[in-house]
């Protein structure tokens, strides 16, 4: 067991999974001198620039070019910086990587990887702060992660770069720091298994990525007034794992859901109303969502705060859930 | 009963050549034409010309199932630019790459794919080269190198640049070829493309498929500057123009171009200077042109140019009718062949969508 952070975890899978398969390569904005965030650091003094290769402010053609290699029968790993810059590379993902499979009639795959680093990070501001998670949910094809802890950042990393299918990673900008232990060897996480992070019997709290954190905070802080909530970090998008929350709702009768998205239209809506299908009868309370207000993320720190989700807001919805 | 089609190349006399300049000036005055003392290798050009009147042949049966509500969904006839298609396609190894764009259909052909598949592919039908999912604008033969049609205009650019990326990891001898037509040249993909071939020196052919129409606009009216080869050349790639109708230009100058990339060159530009002379889809009668301008335009037809360069070149009428016949009676039967062929099972319906998730319905 060692002890990394976030952002080495993920290089420390790259870096195992490029020594185990030759196929695999990165390619993205200044990853020569280690990539913006560090999350390159060293690869390309031991795979050289060919496979950590450098790419021009041209995100439309890093994620095309991307198909294309992956077509191929490369396993390309794509960095595209900031979540937000994406946008810009929007068809080449959703029109091409998602669909080249299938309307091809199954005669290629297109295994990659798109990392998307997400979420607010430091007064960023409108353009460097998003977590479009929902928007990729939405698009068949598409294989949704997002880590919350440095051994899910690299048992999950090294399990979508072995992934046949285009896989969205999103990576908080906010955990990058964050130390935890991750576990030696070849260590994979499933794609599509939640992980229960905190057992509990009175409330179900479903999150993924930096709002895991959120949650956990908030059941401390409600264990101290002995309410025992249920902490799940979903990590994977989709699929989901629709059973270890059904069950977990079946045990304590009560969902609430915490994402740091906009919460109209989030993936938080599509947890919610699953389980309003499928467990209506288990329910004690009517399930809910905290997400963000629907407005943009502010510079000015104090503005910037009235759109974050916040632990005390998790704790305030809880004990209204609970009747406490 | 329909009346039989008229003859492929029977639209009238020949001897025009499109101007390969850029702007309003394409006016498809007579320049030039090819002066039938050259050496030429008559046995190569009546293969071009046997490749061009198959796909001719197939995009006027697809017009056709288009009437017959056997073609469901839109086509874009390349008809009148079959020589681009087959004079970049005839200098490239099967194990050579080619991506090509929503007006595909002869690029596929000349890239080798099978005929009857991509007949049952427009149909929708099993056994069509992606099952029937695709359609026309989604047509791709993997086992011939044809990575794809595409529906969005450009997007093919920077696919076949990351195959020529792919290429050169695996230090590889392929060529890429990337046909796209002159609408692409405005869409960003076209700059983003050809920069990234440029500072990694892929092997890329770039063929700009010049027909003058950016779907029903006239591309000279939307484009600003010297055009495609003036800005291939200002991203420092080596650019080619020829008239695109005159499959002898194509093929020789595509020959060149491909050696060059395949000697470690890097990537090169092929404008091609053609005319498209349908409309934009199948269903569009093309009222933004006159008909005079269709009918001198079906002069420089690059079909019955090159017939008539044959026959000049000594090759037997009976030999240039026996291949429009062939022609004419292998789409006739993959037509027939498709219009039989069941629609795919339900069940692929929900295939080949991905690894991880079940798509379905129930399974949510």
């Known amino acids: ?324 | 009963m329909k009346p039989p089609r008229p003859a492929l190349t029977g639209r009238g006399p020949t001897s025009i050549i499109v101007a390969n300049t850029y702007g309003e000036d394409d006016t498809l005055a007579a320049k030039d034409a090819r002066p039938p003392s050259r050496n030429l290798d008559a046995a190569r050009l009546l293969g071009h010309y046997r490749t061009m009147l198959r796909i001719r042949a197939f995009e006027e049966a697809a017009l056709e199932g288009l009437e017959d509500k056997l073609v469901l969904g839109a086509i874009h006839p390349s008809i009148g630019q079959e020589a681009v298609a087959v004079g970049v396609c005839a200098n490239l190894a099967r194990s050579d790459i080619l991506l090509s764009t929503h007006r595909g259909h002869g690029h596929t052909i000349a890239k080798g794919a099978d005929t009857l598949a991509m007949m049952r592919e427009l149909f929708g039908r099993e056994g069509g080269t992606c099952h029937g999912k695709g359609g026309s604008m989604h047509i791709a033969d993997f086992k011939v190198g044809m990575l794809g049609a595409n529906g969005v205009v450009g997007a093919n650019i920077l696919i076949a640049v990351g195959a020529a990326h792919a290429v050169r990891l695996r230090k590889g001898k392929e060529v890429v070829a990337c046909i796209f037509g002159d609408g692409a040249i405005n869409r960003g993909p076209f700059l983003e493309g050809l920069n990234w071939a440029g500072v990694w020196k892929l092997p890329i052919l770039f063929v700009c498929e010049d027909n003058g129409f950016a779907a029903t606009t006239r591309t000279h009216a939307m484009t600003a500057g010297e055009g495609p080869a003036a800005r291939a050349e200002s991203l420092g790639i080596a650019s080619s123009a020829v008239d695109g109708n005159d499959l002898v230009a194509v093929d020789e100058t595509a020959r060149r171009l491909v050696a060059e990339i395949r000697g470690g060159g890097g990537p090169r530009f092929l404008l091609c200077k053609t005319y498209r002379l349908t409309g934009h889809t199948g269903a569009d009668p093309a009222p933004y042109r006159t008909k005079d301008e269709v009918a001198a335009a079906w002069k420089g037809d690059p079909i019955a140019r090159l017939r008539d360069l044959l026959a000049t070149a000594g090759v037997a009428p009976g030999d240039l009718a026996a291949a429009e016949s062939a022609a004419r009676a292998e789409i006739d039967a993959a037509y027939a062949e498709a219009k039989v062929s069941p629609f795919p099972p339900l069940e692929r319906a929900f295939a080949d969508v991905q690894d991880v998730g079940d798509p379905r319905r129930e399974a949510f």
């Open chain 1, 1 to 324: 067991m060692d002890k990394l952070t976030y952002a080495e975890a993920s290089r420390q899978a790259i870096a195992e999974e490029m020594r185990r398969d030759a196929t695999v390569w990165a390619v993205g904005e200044d990853l020569g001198r280690g990539g913006v965030f560090g999350q390159y650091k060293g690869l390309v003094e031991e795979f050289g620039p060919e496979r950590i290769a450098d790419a021009p402010i041209s995100e439309a053609c890093i994620m095309g070019a991307a198909v294309g290699a992956a077509m191929m029968g490369t396993r390309p790993i794509v960095e595209l910086r900031f979540s937000d810059f994406a946008l810009c590379a929007i068809d080449e993902l959703v029109n091409q990587a998602a669909k080249a499979r299938y309307m091809f009639g199954g005669q290629g795959r297109v295994p990659l990887v798109v990392r998307e680093p997400i979420g607010m990070w430091r007064s960023s501001a409108a353009q460097h702060s998003q977590s479009l998670e929902g928007w990729y949910t939405h698009i068949p094809g598409l294989v949704v992660l997002a880590p919350a802890t440095p051994a899910d950042n690299k048992g999950l990393l090294k399990a979508a770069i072995r992934c046949d299918d285009p896989v969205v990673y999103l990576e908080h900008k906010h955990l990058w720091p964050l130390e935890g232990d991750v576990p030696d060897g070849d260590h994979l996480v499933e794609i599509g298994k939640a992980r229960v992070v905190r057992a509990g019997q009175d409330i179900t709290i479903v999150s993924w990525s930096a709002a895991v954190h959120t949650c956990l905070a908030a059941a401390e802080t409600l264990a101290k007034e002995r309410i025992d909530a249920e902490v799940i970090d979903l990590r994977s998008l989709w699929p989901w794992d629709k059973m270890t929350v059904l069950e977990s709702v079946a045990k304590t009768g009560r969902l609430l859901v915490v994402h740091e998205a906009v919460q109209v239209g989030g993936f938080g809506a599509e947890i919610a109303a699953t389980v309003a299908e499928r467990a209506h009868f288990a329910l004690k309370a009517p399930v809910k969502r905290l997400g963000a207000p629907r407005a943009p993320i502010s510079y000015a720190p104090n503005l910037e705060d009235q759109v974050r989700v916040t632990a005390e807001q998790t704790a305030a919805t809880t004990r209204k859930m609970v009747g406490a």
